[in-house]
C-alpha cells in the first residue's frame, strides 16, 4: 500500500512539474542552447549580432533612438522542439518614430537567419513564423485599432508582409498592449505546442499572463532558428526558451518535421484576402452568431411583410364597404 501511495505522489508531482512548466517556466526544461541571459556570457557562440547592437552586463540594446537603424540577434543554433515557449523580457522605448525598415520589433522562427530586408529588419519573403510588435501606424485607413500593436504571420516564402498595411491582409491576429515607455520590464510568451499558437504579454509587470492570440491549425517545421530584429529603441533583458513536454500519437512521432512546410489550416490564402480592409486572415464559415442574426433579420422582415400586408387588406376592405 506504501508502494502505490509513493508511486501516486510520483506521478501527481511528475504532472504538476510538465503542466507547470507551461506557465511559470520550469527551470528543469529550460534550453540554454536557444536562451539568451545574464550576463550574457559566452553569447557569442550561441548568438550573432548585426548593426546597431550593444551588449552590456544588464540589458542587450537595439538600434539607439535614431531614425532608419536597425539591428538583429540571431540563435546560431536550430531548433529541434517539437513544442515550445519562448519567454521575452524587454523594454521599448524612445520616441516611436516612422522608419524606414519598419517600426517595432519582430521575433522570428525562421528556416534563414540574418538576412537584411525591409520588414523590421528582416527579408520580407521568409518562411516561418514572425510575430510583430508594431509601434508605428502606417495604414491611416486603419483606424479601428491602437498602436503600439501586437499580429502573428505565418509564411511560406510566397506572400511578403504588406508593412504599408500593417500587415493586416497576412495576420493571424493580434492586441494592442501599452508597451512603450513604461517604468518597469514588459514580457511577452510565445508557446507552440500540438499545432496550436498561443501568444500572451504581461505589460503591467503584474506577474499575469493576458492572451493576445490563440490558433490552432498551425503547422511548424523543426530545425528553424530564433532571432530577433529591431527598428526601435529596445533592450532585451533576456530570451527563455523552454521545452514543453507533450505527448504525440505514433503517427506524429514517424512524420519528418523538418520537412514540414509552415502553414495554417483552416484559413483561405492571403492573397484572397489582401483588398479585405478589414485584414480578417480567418475564413468565415457561418458560425452561431451569423446563423442568429441571419434567422433574426428573416423574422424581422417576416413581420414587416405582414404588417404591410394587413394594412393593405384593411384599405382595401374599407375602400370595397364604401363601394357598397
Known amino acids: 500500500l506504501?508502494?502505490?501511495?509513493?508511486?501516486?505522489?510520483?506521478?501527481?508531482?511528475?504532472?504538476v512539474a510538465v503542466f507547470g512548466d507551461i506557465t511559470d517556466g520550469n527551470a528543469e526544461h529550460l534550453k540554454r542552447e536557444h536562451s539568451l541571459m545574464k550576463p550574457y556570457q559566452g553569447v557569442g557562440s550561441q548568438w550573432d549580432f548585426s548593426g546597431s547592437t550593444?551588449?552590456?552586463?544588464?540589458?542587450?540594446?537595439?538600434?539607439?533612438?535614431?531614425?532608419?537603424?536597425?539591428?538583429?540577434?540571431?540563435?546560431?543554433?536550430?531548433?529541434?522542439l517539437k513544442d515550445w515557449e519562448m519567454h521575452v523580457q524587454f523594454r521599448v522605448h524612445g520616441l516611436g518614430k516612422k522608419n524606414l525598415h519598419g517600426d517595432g520589433i519582430a521575433i522570428w522562427y525562421t528556416k534563414e537567419r540574418l538576412q537584411l530586408g525591409s520588414v523590421f529588419g528582416n527579408q520580407e519573403h521568409f518562411v516561418g513564423l514572425a510575430i510583430f510588435l508594431d509601434t508605428f501606424r502606417n495604414d491611416l485607413h486603419?483606424?479601428?485599432?491602437?498602436?503600439?500593436?501586437i499580429s502573428?504571420?505565418?509564411?511560406?516564402?510566397?506572400?511578403?508582409?504588406?508593412?504599408?498595411?500593417?500587415?493586416?491582409?497576412?495576420?493571424?491576429?493580434?492586441?494592442?498592449?501599452?508597451?512603450?515607455?513604461?517604468?518597469?520590464?514588459?514580457?511577452?510568451?510565445?508557446r507552440y505546442s500540438k499545432g496550436r499558437l498561443t501568444i500572451m504579454v504581461d505589460v503591467d509587470d503584474r506577474n499575469e499572463w493576458k492572451e493576445c492570440l490563440d490558433i490552432a491549425g498551425v503547422r511548424l517545421p523543426t530545425g528553424y532558428f530564433f532571432g530577433n530584429t529591431f527598428t526601435d529603441n529596445h533592450d532585451i533583458i533576456s530570451m527563455k526558451m523552454y521545452q514543453l513536454m507533450v505527448?504525440?500519437?505514433?503517427?506524429?512521432?514517424?512524420?519528418?518535421?523538418s520537412k514540414i512546410e509552415p502553414s495554417v489550416s483552416l484559413l483561405k490564402s492571403p492573397k484572397d484576402n489582401i483588398d479585405d480592409?478589414?485584414?480578417?486572415?480567418?475564413?468565415?464559415?457561418?458560425?452561431?452568431?451569423?446563423?442568429?442574426?441571419?434567422?433574426?433579420?428573416?423574422?424581422l422582415g417576416i413581420v414587416v411583410c405582414a404588417v404591410v400586408g394587413a394594412v393593405v387588406f384593411q384599405r382595401q376592405q374599407e375602400r370595397n364597404k364604401r363601394f357598397y
Not at 511578403?160 to 500587415?167: A, I, L, N, Q, S
Request: with cysteine; proline share 6%.
Open 277 to 299: 480592409p478589414t485584414g480578417n486572415f480567418r475564413s468565415t464559415p457561418l458560425t452561431g452568431w451569423k446563423v442568429f442574426l441571419l434567422l433574426l433579420c428573416a423574422l
Open 54 to 80: 550593444l551588449v552590456t552586463s544588464q540589458y542587450v540594446r537595439l538600434t539607439p533612438d535614431e531614425r532608419s537603424k536597425q539591428g538583429s540577434i540571431w540563435n546560431t543554433v536550430p531548433c529541434f
Open 247 to 257: 505527448e504525440h500519437t505514433p503517427e506524429e512521432d514517424s512524420l519528418d518535421w
Open 2 to 15: 506504501m508502494d502505490l501511495r509513493c508511486l501516486a505522489l510520483l506521478s501527481l508531482l511528475h504532472c
Open 142 to 149: 486603419g483606424m479601428d485599432r491602437s498602436f503600439p500593436y
Open 152 to 190: 502573428a504571420m505565418v509564411s511560406n516564402g510566397s506572400v511578403p508582409y504588406d508593412h504599408g498595411k500593417d500587415g493586416r491582409s497576412t495576420e493571424l491576429g493580434g492586441c494592442t498592449a501599452e508597451i512603450r515607455n513604461k517604468d518597469h520590464d514588459t514580457y511577452l510568451a510565445i
